[in-house]
């Protein structure tokens, strides 16, 4: 497949004579990794300004019909110099120098619009940055771009918002990227940046990543913090990479763990988190693992996409892993109800004082007053509105996945199950069935696995390209692992993505003529 390359030509003065000389640069951007932008960086091979201006060239070129992209950091370019000259200084990388990352529009960035897709958002700019983007700051990262995303992160199903309209899946422009983290997925996906950032109440890491041939980490609730980001339901949330590769996911989960004292989930990850997660990148990692598949969440499936799950199962053993199939939970089908409960109203009138603190926008009532160009969006305002707490079971408190009874016992059953039979990890399709075409992304939302355990066990849950179906299509298989077992993950989804190698870009020419 070729390669889309993006030229930059620098104009150099020459030492002596002040002779002027033209020194053409290529950059080949399709499905660079952070390794090799820093051996670049190391050889002299290109600048992080260079890469940064032809992550924007690629963008200016190639977003138009897919609509990823929401805002461009005027400030990118400058800061990739910054990077330049200090790496020039010191000769020392941060752990990501120079790197381009995508950021979701619901978390705070100082000096660009943090919208959540909304009207009502629309002139919000942060003063500080959400503790998450300062951690990757430190770390050398250059904020890129924002992405679209479904508004208020109400829809798994589309990435549509009121601020930039409906992000379209760069692999087949008539399917969904799914949502609410289609902009981000669409991005990364399209090589217009290095990484990228999503957050997924039930779904939105996940689908997308596997809706766009990502890799998505949900991980841990309590590991990473959510400060500074809008809430969909805080109880659930989670912000998480998105890339192409586990070793750059890796890489970025592992600059954003750490304890919030704002944020009081991440102190139950207290001396359970690890300073290096990159060690648990091995190729080896499934020799000797013990795997369970998890049927009877996907007893209806598409053929497609059964026929690359059935093959993925092929494709563990060989890499010397040992899958028990099928694996029941006790009471799975009763202990997964009753499980949603609703805190938007809480939660975000919680972020509207906290951050946003305009007189005119502090109920979620005012939202809807200010209105929105999705019809979708207002529908679930208007009921967010009027409802709140467990949807079926208003007696019961909601409560975090560490002090409610219902995600403790959900939890359990699979913990416990996973302790008797010895698995390292519980796998699924991240979904069903085919992404769904965007003109019918309500009646083709179907078999979306993402929102049945891990968001309300607050187990991490992995997903890894797992092959294509017919019309280019995508699908991901998902690793679902024990609390703060992030590093069993790693190890058992890069030595299958190294073992398999399923994720390709998509094909992209000028503005998709």
Request: hydrophobic share 40%.
């Amino acid at each position: 497949m070729s390669r889309i390359l993006a030229f930059i030509s620098l104009l150099i003065l020459g030492i002596s004579g002040c002779q002027q000389a033209e020194k053409s640069i290529s950059i080949e951007l399709s499905e660079l990794t952070i390794s090799e932008i820093h051996h670049a960086y190391q050889e002299g091979t290109f600048s992080a300004e260079e890469l940064t201006k032809a992550y924007l060239d690629r963008i200016a070129a190639l977003d138009g019909p897919i609509n990823s992209i929401t805002v461009i950091n005027p400030d990118a370019i400058a800061k990739a110099k910054e990077l330049d000259q200090e790496f020039a200084t010191s000769g020392i990388l941060r752990p990501l120098h120079g790197i381009p990352i995508i950021v979701k529009d619901n978390i705070n960035t100082v000096g660009l619009p943090t919208t959540a897709g909304s009207i009502a958002l629309k002139d919000f700019i942060p003063e500080e940055n959400a503790p998450i983007i300062s951690r990757l700051i430190d770390a050398g990262a250059i904020i890129l771009a924002k992405s679209n995303m479904a508004e208020w992160a109400f829809s798994p199903m589309h990435s549509e918002s009121s601020t930039h309209g409906t992000t379209h899946n760069p692999y087949n422009l008539d399917f969904v990227p799914a949502g609410s983290s289609g902009g981000t997925g669409a991005a990364v996906a399209a090589n217009f940046g290095t990484v990228g950032l999503g957050t997924d109440t039930g779904n939105s890491i996940r689908g997308p990543s596997s809706h766009n041939s990502l890799v998505g980490f949900r991980t841990t609730l309590g590991l990473i913090s959510r400060t500074g980001i809008v809430p969909l339901y805080l109880r659930n949330d989670v912000v998480g990479p998105m890339c192409r590769t586990v070793e750059d996911a890796t890489r970025v989960m592992e600059v954003m763990v750490g304890i919030d004292p704002k944020d009081p989930i991440t102190q139950y990850s207290e001396g359970k988190t690890q300073t290096n997660y990159q060690q648990f990148l091995d190729k080896n990692g499934l020799k000797g693992a013990r795997i369970g598949v998890l049927r009877e969440i996907s007893e209806e499936i598409d053929p497609e996409v059964k026929v690359l799950f059935e093959q993925s199962l092929v494709d563990l053993q060989n890499l010397g892993a040992t899958v028990i199939d099928p694996i029941v939970v006790p009471n799975f089908a009763t202990l997964r109800q009753n499980q949603w409960c609703a805190t938007f109203r809480e939660d975000l009138e919680t972020f509207l004082a906290d951050f946003v603190k305009n007189d005119t926008i502090q109920t979620v009532e005012d939202i809807i007053r200010i209105g929105s160009k999705s019809q979708f969006a207002l529908d679930r305002l208007e009921m967010m509105a009027n409802n709140s707490g467990r949807w079926r079971l208003e007696e019961e408190t909601c409560g975090n996945v560490y002090e409610d009874p219902r995600r403790i016992a959900f939890r359990e059953a699979i913990e416990n199950l996973m302790d008797s039979l010895q698995l390292d990890a519980i796998v699924y399709p991240s979904w069903n069935f085919k992404p769904a075409r965007i003109d019918h992304f309500q009646e083709e939302y179907r078999g979306d696995n993402n929102q049945i355990i891990s968001p309300h066990t607050g187990q991490p849950a992995f997903t890894v390209p797992m092959g294509f179906t017919n019309g280019n299509l995508p699908a991901g298989i998902q690793f679902l692992g024990r609390m703060y077992a992030e590093p069993t993950l790693i190890k058992l989804a890069y030595a299958y993505e190294q073992g398999t190698m399923h994720r390709r870009p998509p094909v992209l020419t000028m503005n998709q003529e």
